[in-house]
């Protein structure tokens, strides 16, 4: 499944690109990409991952989570 999450505390690429790394090494995420400029991380998770788990991890992280949408189109 192909989601969005929203977000409001990705600072810098940097940032952004550490917590993909971690976000891919959690069970059930298959890719993770984050871009600090338009606040979003963009996962691909197996079927049964819940949101609440990436939720979580992210809230632990201290990165606010705005929202987790499907992704409907080819870019958002």
């Known amino acids: ?4 999450i929203r977000t409001g505390d990705l600072c810098c690429e940097s ?5 993909a790394v971690k976000l ?13 400029k338009k606040q979003v991380i963009l996962i691909e998770t197996e079927e ?3 949101d ?3 939720a979580k991890f992210l809230r632990d992280a ?5 929202s987790i949408e499907m992704r409907k189109g080819l870019f958002y």
Not at 1 to 4: L, N, Q, R, V
Not at 15 to 19: H, L
Not at 28 to 34: D, E, L, M, N, T
Request: glycine share 6%; aromatic share 4%.
């Open 1 to 4: 499944m192909k989601k969005i």
């Open 15 to 19: 940032c952004a690109r550490r917590i």
């Open 24 to 36: 891919e090494s959690l069970d059930g995420v298959r890719s993770a990409r984050a871009n600090c």
């Open 48 to 50: 049964n991952f819940l």
């Open 52 to 54: 609440e788990t990436v």
């Open 62 to 66: 201290g990165i606010e989570v705005k």
